[in-house]
């Protein structure tokens, strides 16, 4: 007997999907993957660009951070003695006295370009306490030239950029095999390092009331045994007993920009009544980024006598930065080039610090326009015996 149910107990019919709501959404996920999958690829490609850019400008970024720490302790060591510098032996006022030296601007100035060696953009020398010497103290010594652990003697200290051979800051052995491994030219920021048994600013004794010229006060970084231009600094060898004093902080830095600024506070307004001059913003110290403590040898101006035996309140530091990869590719295709030409050349680039913006903007134009990736580093170094004063 067969049973019949009420109409409301009987089971519904199954439904399957069809052939074209299958299809449908199997297009639906398969674009819904395309589009996760596209996501996951731009996210890894900008991962890795990003890691790629931090690594590739690492040693730049701890190059600028160890040139502003050092920067910063710079000293003149600055007292108050009597000013005999006119005519009459007989002091009549007070001025500040240093035998020590501060002094930064366009590289072609202060140091002019060596064979095989193009200085570009900035340079900045200066005395700070930070210990460096060559002669390290063990316990079996008995010499007496040596100083122990004292980590705050004097130093002799600066930072340029150059474009040269890699050849004497590499390993010796890398110069002398057969055939030798190939010179790598870039460009460099270089720091000198006069050790604390070398400083030789005191050797020049550059008395306030005796004239001078600007190349004679520069001369205890230029030359001598212990200057930039020394053999030891050119020659991969060096004679016994020479002191290299310079070397490559940092690869691929192509400009550093030095300008000497005033602090808000340090500005003078027109109810200023100490002073005759007056300084129209914070670079009016150093328009043309020429900042000299001992300017006052060799020029009569009014910033001459504010620089004299100071530092600048604030120094606004700004280096660029290359990526290593498109240097070589740029190396590969322009093999003539004795000096890149996305360069800053040395003669209009920088020299007037209100043309920074455009400069900096113009030379970012011309890495761009040849493919070559590059970082700005920029930071404002508020100087430790920065307090200018109106003496």
């Not at 048994?197 to 009331?209: G, R, V």
């Not at 004239?211 to 930039?228: A, H, L, M, N």
């Not at 980024?289 to 040898?297: E, P, T």
Request: charged share 30%; aromatic share 12%; with cysteine.
């Amino acid at each position: 007997m067969k049973t019949r149910f009420p109409t409301r107990l009987r089971p519904a019919r199954l439904r399957a999907f069809s052939l074209i709501e299958l299809m449908v959404s199997v297009a639906v996920l398969s674009l819904l993957m395309v589009l996760v999958f596209q996501m996951l690829d731009e996210t890894q490609k900008t991962w890795s660009r990003a890691k790629g850019m931090v690594s590739s400008f690492k040693d730049a970024r701890d190059g600028f951070e160890a040139m502003n720490r050092n920067v910063s302790q710079a000293t003149l060591n600055t007292y108050i003695g009597y000013d005999v510098s006119g005519t009459s032996s007989i002091p009549k006022k007070f001025a500040r006295k240093s035998e020590l030296h501060f002094v930064c601007g366009p590289s072609s100035k202060l140091i002019e370009s060596a064979e095989g060696r193009t200085r570009l953009t900035h340079a900045i020398f200066f005395q700070a306490p930070l210990g460096y010497q060559t002669f390290q103290r063990t316990r079996s010594t008995t010499k007496k030239d040596e100083f122990g652990e004292l980590d705050s003697l004097l130093n002799g200290w600066g930072y340029y950029v150059e474009y040269s051979s890699d050849r004497n800051d590499r390993p010796q052995f890398l110069n002398t095999l057969g055939p030798p491994v190939a010179e790598r030219f870039r460009f460099r920021l270089m720091e000198f390092r006069q050790p604390a048994e070398a400083t030789t600013i005191y050797q020049y004794k550059l008395e306030d009331n005796r004239p001078t010229q600007d190349e004679k006060i520069w001369e205890w970084f230029r030359s001598r045994k212990f200057g930039i231009e020394h053999p030891a600094n050119n020659d991969s060898q060096g004679a016994v007993g020479d002191i290299r004093t310079t070397r490559a902080l940092a690869d691929n830095i192509i400009a550093l920009i030095i300008s000497p600024r005033l602090a808000e506070n340090d500005i003078a307004t027109s109810e200023d009544n100490t002073s005759d001059f007056r300084f129209k913003d914070a670079t009016d110290i150093a328009p043309d980024y020429l900042y000299d403590s001992r300017r006052f040898h060799y020029e009569n101006d009014d910033r001459a006598k504010y620089a004299r035996h100071q530092v600048p309140p604030v120094l606004r530091v700004t280096m660029v930065a290359i990526d290593e990869v498109d240097a070589v590719r740029y190396a590969a295709q322009n093999p003539g080039d004795s000096l890149p030409k996305y360069a800053p050349s040395e003669d209009d680039w920088f020299s007037d610090v209100r043309n920074y913006g455009r400069d900096l903007e113009k030379l970012g134009e011309g890495l761009n326009a040849v493919g070559i990736r590059f970082r700005v580093f920029t930071s404002n170094i508020r100087m430790r015996e920065g307090n200018f004063q109106r003496l």
